[in-house]
């Protein structure tokens, strides 16, 4: 018997939608196998865009509303089942999909989410993650804005969560989580942090190693593999990286191409600079995962193109098939 | 009348010391002028190390003790006034000196500074300032790890202190102020920022320009001059970038020269790449300031080499140049 996973795709949100999810979904089907994408979105639109899916099904549900990225999460709501981005949660909610997939309004999906989905046992708030490049890989990195202000045990369920995602995307490796402070030692940082500290250094458990506290200079190092932090702290680190980036590369490219010589070498040298490019392209890890409720809820960024959404679809995929649920509810702490 | 600008340098501080020191002040009396440095530190040892000193004075003060980097903050404190780092903080106590500066012990910098000198009247907690590069010149942002917790005092006090920095280092500009937020939006962030937002647009001066929110990756667009958060998120902020253009420096690097071809061609551009490297040389912006204290402290990094801590000292002649104690004190509120 072959096992088809049920993928709901919510077509209608970010930039170049519904065109950019689509031609997604056809990239995505030409490696994967036994997909089923549950599409939302206006049928007539998405079947005009519409190819042939080798191997995979294709279902199209119609909806007549969509979230605009400018709703507030409230007019979003209001906006109720007639969306796309609400139907498509319905899916999973009712068990006709194993995940859902939006690069819609990020706001609007966090609060349509956890109006129609239960939370995990135990786990007191969702939590946003994602994968940040680093050394020698990615880190699973959480939380990302969903919560500015977390408790210890907040911080503690992100690690279990952050450990189980990263266990489902690689199954291979046994992850180390570290939480991101101050500085290294014992006496640094806030009470909460410390709490969360003693809690996950007395923990046992067969899923992680606990690394202790890391600090913003090494969150890239590769030292450890799940970052662990409140989400207004987490999302500010996120950013400054993002920003710090493209600062360095902007500099790098002005700098070596500055007077003709130096555009003719880097011409030249072309290939060798696209290497740093296609490793740090941001769609290879396009997109966040919203982790704590009962169905995984995968947000693809607003503004990649078709290949980021592939991605994306690709995560998904990694996330069912390493039963990431099921990791959460065997490890959490009640 | 010639007047004359007194730096209490405790010269035992951070890698390379004394050697380091004496070679910054060597190298900064070059281009600097009416400059008198009291030189804290083991006489012998200092002696052998200096050289002429064009147009400036050099007073050594013989200290027994030396704070070790290892040190605790407290362990520090019981060495009492026979370290060179006390005896300097003495030094702008009794106005022998108008500003001191150290390559140590950075916890231990503060707590001797704040068990010395006063409080500026109306502020509450010092905080850590640095300078940070930006698309047009540099940043000033703090705090930087002082403070884990701030009140929408501090954070509005911190606005004060750092734009009254920003214009002692370059008069010429009215600085733009913002706050480090998750969104620029005014519904983000927590009552704290949302409290300092409401104080910092309701506030009349003709110092600086409130610009609102700003978020981690516009930190270095040069759109603002000023950025303020709390300690916490200021530290990971400024490490989080750290790492990351390390790690984008290292990646470029690695993949230019990933083979013989790409290695000539590199090497041929090499002076471009080094406007790169010359212009993020974090030598430019070494160290940070506390600020808040009736006497600014200037800590240049313990790693640096001579030619970092020497522009720490041009840093020290700016401040005092520039009034920053009576530019604060008239600025603060009440």
Redesign the interface.
């Known amino acids: 018997m072959t096992k088809i996973l049920n993928i709901a795709v919510d077509a209608m949100g970010g930039e170049g939608s519904p065109k950019k999810a689509i031609d997604g979904i056809i990239h995505h089907s030409k490696t994967a196998k036994n997909i089923n994408y549950n599409v939302f979105g206006e049928e007539e639109e998405i079947k005009g865009l519409l190819k042939n899916l080798k191997g995979n099904n294709f279902k199209i549900f119609n909806t007549k509303e969509k979230i605009l990225d400018t709703d507030s999460p409230l007019t979003a709501a209001r906006k109720g089942k007639n969306s796309s981005m609400w139907k498509a949660i319905e899916s999973v909610k009712s068990k006709e999909s194993d995940i859902i997939i939006s690069a819609g309004n990020t706001g609007a999906l966090f609060v349509i989410a956890k109006m129609n989905l239960e939370m995990i046992e135990n786990i007191d708030k969702p939590a946003l993650s994602a994968l940040w490049p680093?050394?020698s890989g990615m880190n699973v990195v959480l939380d990302l804005?969903a919560n500015?202000?977390c408790s210890e045990k907040n911080l503690t369920d992100f690690a279990i969560m952050g450990s189980s995602l990263f266990r489902s995307l690689f199954p291979k490796e046994q992850p180390k989580v570290a939480l991101?402070n101050?500085g290294s030692e014992d006496i640094k940082?806030?009470e909460i942090i410390k709490g969360a500290h003693k809690i996950l250094s007395e923990k046992k458990n067969n899923e992680f190693n606990f690394a202790g506290y890391i600090?913003?200079?090494?969150?890239?190092?590769g030292d450890v593999n799940v970052i662990v932090?409140d989400?207004?702290?987490g999302?500010?680190?996120?950013?400054?990286?993002?920003?710090?980036?493209?600062?360095?590369?902007k500099?790098?490219k002005d700098?070596?191409?500055?007077?003709l010589?130096?555009k003719v070498?880097?011409f030249?040298?072309l290939k060798?600079?696209k290497?740093?490019k296609d490793?740090?392209d941001p769609r290879l890890y396009n997109g966040a995962i919203l982790i704590g409720l009962n169905s995984p809820v995968v947000k693809s960024h607003g503004s990649t193109d078709y290949i980021g959404f592939s991605n994306s679809l690709k995560v998904c995929e990694k996330i069912v098939n390493g039963n990431l649920i099921e990791k959460i509810k065997h490890n959490i702490i009640a």
């Open positions: 680093n050394k804005g500015i202000e991101l101050i940082g806030n600090e913003g200079n090494n969150i890239m190092s932090t989400g207004f702290t999302n500010i680190a996120l950013k400054t990286a993002e920003g710090t980036a493209n600062f360095i590369m500099e790098v700098s070596m191409t500055s007077n010589y130096g070498l880097s030249l040298n060798n600079l290497k740093v490793k740090l």
